[in-house]
């Protein structure tokens, strides 16, 4: 076969029956893998549907491993159905943490939960911290375990440090729990806890918004919602609820009202008599745990009752007429679950105004008279209680008849934690703020009515009925709750405040000519620095100033390198006590100084180098390190290189340095003396010449940056008031800051520090998971034990389980707490007697008081004239065979202290004639100081007890016996009743 026009030959066959067949070419195929990459890496099943197509050629067994599409298309595996598969309960426990972005009324921010795969049944714990997930599961293993006699088998969770450190995992070997948790970033591996979170929250959110209900009771809302919850049908279950699954009895939904609606508790037990209101109108907040009965919200007071007997109103909602329409902005309620406007956010209820609901309310009476202008809590709280009209007529019984019996009787409140405060005379808005109703509202036609006068007819004759009235008195208060300090400079430089006090610091060090930059030199130590950052405030409480202060790590100090020596003395409590006595008792001035960055003041011998503080380094040399010229604080010499630095000027200008206590010191003339105790950077003067006092202080400011506070009144952290009549010293703040650092300050107050005769063992109770909050709470208490000797035997208590704290011995220290929440104001009292002549001293002690050692405790007492200036209760190091032994160890102690007491009024010019007085209620003790007896019961005392002899002898101690109901230092010694 040729082409015509050309002549070519194209194909060429021969004759084979009659045919000419023709061999066509095989057609060139492209590899799979070149269109998988022409295709941009496209898929098999693209390549194969356009082979289909005709428009590629390739074959039709392709397959390929492209590794540059496992890395660029890698994606999550899809999750496989899972099936019911748990035969019982218990088998495998899901739980989860959710925190919320709004702190609850009483102070909750998370919640665990803990669900049942076989049942689905969830169990909620609110939490203040996510340290308390063991505590809380400890507690919901104990109850599930016991109340269907099962072990857990299986605990799944996801991998936080909550659910996975030493602790959890100790208890689950110990308890043969199998413990699993999803990878990280992997919600959909907890699913069954993941999901149950959302529906308890779309359920929480939502009655909320549908009763106005501020989101700081998301707890109560959060108990509702997990009730509710437990009592729906499951399409897992087969349309069973989890409380049938798990409890095999059906649900009784009867029971059930709306969340956030009015309710009406019966109080005819608390009526005061017959014509005494039976009601009052309250909020339904949702179901008592341990009681078959309703939890009401009296939002006035806050509190909230317990009842069975209550009647609803389950289509008025109180808290939506709450808000005030002058003074409160609107509600928003934003995507995040439970968030709330900033302004309302943890706003007690009894901060709204009330206003009764318009004419045309469901439930309301039209006969009633509607107010233009919201009522008064105090209104509302006459109109609803004592008008029994204002009760609608279509309120349905609490509870069925089939389920009362089992339910108490009796109304027990409970103090709502929103609010403990009584509201002011008047909440209501002023006219000038006052919405005016339009003209077409139904509301403008009537007239506006003052509530009616409230008849008091009680026969207690008073001095309102008499006509008598007192002048009202009312205050403008208000809360300020200071921020936090920042605890690293990324935190406190975005804050102008800081940043300046961060300034003057640092102007400060160079000022002073602190440290000269050199090259770095890698065989030094060099330390690091950070800063540190601290309000200031006065003594009552309001802002002095913000400190920022650099502080060198001295941790990474080595010995005998950069540091040698390090003691350094501060003045001791007894001898501020002890001064002040004298100058309240003298009449003297007493003046308070504080040195400025003190420490920077000392000249250190060693050689130092310390990197550039954050924010503050050199554009020019960056990597030079700062050569320290002068003490820094938080290096280990620093606060000796400063002592060394003061008191050698005090020393230099004529002062003499006391022996007995090395940070005070003496300076006499002829006529007067002056007084100078240092605690660090804190300087008390005093002395029987105000000229020459402020001649010294004058003195101190050329040398010593200060500054000049005046009179004594917050000297570490004593709050101090003086009067005619004597010097008052108090911690009310130290300990308002206490209560409210350990969440303590809504505890009820109790009377004594610790029931009597109460003896606290190394191995009672369980013990603790953490001890940290013990011993920071324990160790707070000691420094308050300077005014408070009220207390100090109850913290010596506790004090000896610092190592080893168990849950008997948190409690004790709680009930410490609570005692000074009812005695935040009491304190030392130091009167201005002028007879500071006479020591008297009471010793006693115990016998083998210690349940575990068998060791007995000293306590005493030591007066200057009629004020308490020393007291100590103490553990005896050894173990006394009788009474008679402690009781002399105990003197022994005692005398020591009075001796030392002597000693320092020595040096202070200060002679004291007369012997010291010491009071003992044991007669053979007092024998015993006073005779040189050994006999066979006191042979075996070591020698250097027996001083106390050597003392009499002298003529410097008299031993007096004192009966047991007048000896003071019993206190000491053991709890005390009230």
């Known amino acids: 076969m040729k082409d015509n026009q050309t002549g070519a030959h194209l194909l060429q066959a021969s004759n084979k029956d009659h045919l000419y067949p023709f061999h066509a070419f095989q057609t060139t195929l492209i590899p799979g893998p070149t269109w998988h990459k022409r295709l941009g890496h496209c898929g098999d099943k693209v390549l194969q549907r356009l082979r289909q197509n005709n428009f590629i050629s390739l074959s039709s067994n392709f397959s390929h491993n492209c590794v540059s599409c496992k890395l660029g298309k890698s994606h999550r595996l899809p999750f496989h159905d899972v099936f019911h598969s748990c035969t019982a309960p218990l088998e495998i426990i899901h739980s989860d943490v959710w925190q919320s972005p709004v ?46 006699d099962r072990k857990i088998k299986v605990f799944q969770s996801d991998g936080g440090g909550e659910f996975d450190n030493i602790i959890f995992n100790n208890h689950f070997l110990k308890s043969g729990i199998l413990f699993r948790k999803s990878c990280p970033d992997t919600p959909a591996q907890n699913g069954v806890a993941e999901r149950k979170h959302r529906h308890l929250l779309e359920l929480t959110r939502t009655m909320l918004i549908e009763a106005s209900i501020p989101p700081t009771f998301w707890v109560d809302a959060l108990y509702t919602a997990t009730y509710i919850v437990n009592r729906l049908p499951t399409p897992l279950l087969n349309n069973f609820t989890p409380f049938e699954k798990l409890f095999n009895k059906p649900p009784d939904f009867n029971f059930l009202r709306v969340f956030g609606c009015a309710c009406f508790p019966n109080f005819i037990a608390k009526s005061s008599n017959k014509l005494s209101p039976r009601s009052t109108r309250c909020v339904f907040i949702g179901y008592a745990p341990g009681y078959k009965g309703y939890r009401c919200l009296e939002p006035i007071s806050g509190r909230v009752y317990i009842s069975r007997d209550v009647l609803f109103h389950e289509t008025d909602f109180p808290f939506s007429t709450l808000v005030s329409r002058t003074t409160s902005p609107p509600v928003t309620i934003t995507d995040l679950p439970l968030s709330w406007s900033p302004s309302s956010t943890r706003s007690p209820p009894a901060q709204y105004v009330f206003s009764l609901p318009s004419a045309n309310t469901s439930g309301s009476l039209q006969s009633t008279p509607h107010h233009t202008s919201p009522l008064t809590p105090q209104a ?46 008047s909440l209501s808005p002023s006219t000038d703020n006052t919405t005016t109703p339009s003209n077409n509202s139904p509301s403008s036609t009537l007239p506006s009515l003052s509530p009616p006068p409230v008849v008091n007819i009680h ?15 009312i205050f403008n208060l208000s809360v300020f709750s200071p921020p936090d300090d920042p605890t690293c400079f990324s935190q406190a430089q975005k804050f102008p405040v800081w940043r300046a006090a961060m300034a003057d610091e640092f102007n400060a060090l160079i000022a002073n000519k602190t440290w000269d ?42 010995a005998g390198v950069d540091f040698t020596e390090t003691f350094s003395p501060v003045v001791k409590p007894t001898t501020v006590r002890l001064v002040l006595s004298v100058v309240v008792a003298r009449g003297w001035c007493i003046r308070q100084l504080d040195v400025k960055n003190a420490f920077l003041h000392g000249h250190l011998t060693e050689e130092v180098f310390m990197r550039q503080p954050p924010g503050f380094i050199h554009p020019s040399f960056p990597h030079h390190v700062c050569r320290l010229k002068k003490a820094l604080y938080g290096l280990k010499q620093a606060p000796r290189a400063w002592f060394h630095r003061f008191s050698g000027f005090l020393l230099s200008q004529g002062f003499s340095q006391s022996k007995s206590d090395s940070s005070m010191f003496v300076f006499r ?31 101190l400011s050329t040398q010593f940056a200060m500054k000049d506070l005046g009179d004594i009144h917050f000297f570490l952290g ?39 005769r109460t003896t606290l063992s190394l191995t009672d109770g369980e013990l603790l998971t953490d001890a940290t909050e013990y011993r920071s709470m324990v160790g707070a208490l000691q420094y308050l034990i300077l005014t408070r000797p009220d207390i100090t035997y109850a913290v010596h208590l506790v004090s000896q389980f610092m190592h080893a704290p168990r849950t008997t011995h948190l409690l004790a220290v709680k009930r410490i707490y609570r005692y000074l929440q009812g ?27 210690c349940p575990d050692s068998s060791r007995s405790t000293t306590g005493y007492a030591i007066f200057l004239g009629p004020n308490l200036i020393s007291w100590r209760s103490k553990k005896q190091p050894t173990v006394s065979k009788s009474s008679t032994e402690a009781e002399y160890r105990a003197i022994a102690y005692t005398v020591q202290d009075t001796l030392f007491i002597r000693s320092l009024m020595a040096e202070m010019g200060l002679h004291i004639s007369s012997p010291v007085q010491l009071h003992c209620d044991n007669v053979s003790a007092s024998y015993l100081a006073v005779n040189p007896i050994q006999h066979d019961r006191s042979k075996h005392i070591k020698i250097d007890y027996h001083f106390v002899r050597e003392r009499v002898a002298h003529g410097d101690l008299v031993v007096k016996y004192v009966p047991t109901q007048l000896q003071l230092a019993d206190i000491f010694t053991k709890n005390l009743s009230s």
């Open 517 to 558: 930059l050199v090259p770095w030199d890698s065989t030094k130590n060099v330390v690091a620095c950070k800063w540190v950052y601290k309000t200031k405030f006065n003594s009552d409480g309001s802002v002095e100033r913000h400190k920022a202060r650099l502080v060198a790590q001295g941790f990474k100090q080595q």
């Open 380 to 425: 509302f709280l006459r109109s609803s209680s004592s008008s029994g009209d204002l009760i609608p007529d279509d309120l349905s019984p609490s509870s069925s008849s089939s389920s009362s019996s089992s339910i108490p009787n009796d109304l027990t409140p409970f103090d709502h934690a929103a609010t403990k405060t009584s509201p002011p005379s």
């Open 669 to 699: 003339t002829q006529t007067h003396v002056v007084y100078i105790l240092l605690y660090v950077d804190d300087i008390l003067i005093t002395g029987s010449s105000v000229v020459l006092v402020r001649s010294i202080i004058q003195s």
């Open 459 to 473: 026969p207690m004759r008073t001095r309102a009925k008499d006509g008598i009235f007192k002048p009202k008195t």
């Open 103 to 148: 702190i609850s009324n009483l102070g909750f921010k998370y919640y665990v939960s803990f669900i049942d795969d076989f049942s689905r049944y969830t169990w909620v714990y609110p939490m203040r911290r996510k340290s308390e997930v063991y505590t809380h599961f400890c507690n919901f293993q104990t109850l599930v375990e016991n109340l269907f």
């Open 823 to 849: 005695t935040m104001d009491y304190g030392l009292w130091l009167q201005s007697n002028r007879d500071i002549s006479l020591i008297v001293a009471y010793s006693d002690a115990d016998w083998a008081g």
């Open 718 to 756: 004593l709050q101090t008031k003086r009067t005619s009549k004597g010097l008052f010293l108090s911690q009310h703040k130290y300990i308002s800051d206490l209560l409210r650092r350990f969440h303590l300050h809504t505890v009820k107050p109790i009377r004594t520090p610790l029931p009597s």
